[in-house]
């Protein structure tokens, strides 16, 4: 256990690679202490966590824990606090995506989509609701602009993350007025890692944004830094980083 902290504390989930490590990085770099939350990216979160050691020691802090069991994510939560005595962000970001047909659709496909990316968030903010009263913190949800418009094949994805934006207005209201809760919902800013998309394709994607460009990790890391700590009067709204699709 690290000793407490004069430097606000955010928890990351799924910050091991991609654009959790991007937002546990700026945050850090902004004077956040951060807990970089990972599942299979260990070694990752490892190397992220030591680079951002030897830039300012003792302010990142690994812990391991599979979103699917909802005790686990209650101890992430339990030491998430513990590792500093304070905790004044939560940023659900960890997220499971892949495609799920009608004609193929499963419960296990169910309970694993819903687990990362509306279960996990909700018991996660549950669990560490009163320090983050105490802190008058917020908790910031990353949820995708398909929540709203659909994408076919992925009927599950998309209701978790709707799921989650719907937690997001709810939340605000049940903790306000010590605790604000957004949502940023990406547009192209990486492409699915397990997902071969043909260019031309990507190219069509890209096309439907009125900024004719993909985003980059570092745009939705600097709107979670503005949610988290210059908007000090936004609560329960989501926030489109999507470059006008």
């Not at 069509?204 to 993909?214: E, N, Q, T």
């Amino acid at each position: 256990m690290n000793h407490e902290s004069g430097h606000p504390v955010a928890l990351i989930t799924g910050a091991g690679v991609r654009l959790g490590a991007a937002t546990a990085s700026l945050l850090h770099s902004s004077g956040y202490n951060v807990v970089i939350h990972c599942n299979r990216s260990r070694q990752s979160a490892e190397s992220l966590a030591q680079t951002l050691n030897t830039a300012r020691p003792n302010s990142a802090a690994v812990l391991q824990a599979d979103l699917v069991d909802d005790e686990q994510v209650l101890e992430l939560g339990r030491q998430a606090i513990a590792n500093w005595q304070r905790l004044d962000v939560l940023i659900n970001n960890a997220s499971a995506f892949y495609p799920t047909p009608l004609d193929s659709i499963t419960a296990d496909d169910w309970h694993m989509l819903f687990a990362s990316n509306a279960r996990a968030p909700l018991f996660l903010a549950s669990a560490v609701a009163r320090e983050l009263k105490q802190q008058r913190g917020c908790v910031i949800n990353i949820s995708d602009l398909y929540a709203r418009r659909g994408l076919s094949n992925h009927s599950i994805y998309t209701m978790a993350k709707a799921a989650l934006e719907s937690m997001t207005r709810s939340l605000a209201r049940e903790l306000a007025p010590d605790v604000r809760v957004n949502a940023i919902a990406p547009g192209a800013i990486l492409w699915p890692p397990d997902e071969n998309l043909a260019e031309d394709k990507k190219e069509a994607i890209i096309d439907k944004s009125a900024l004719k460009r993909m985003g980059d990790p570092a745009d939705i890391a600097h709107a979670v830094l503005f949610l988290a700590r210059d908007a000090s009067y936004v609560t329960g709204q989501v926030l489109h980083v999507d470059g006008g699709r």
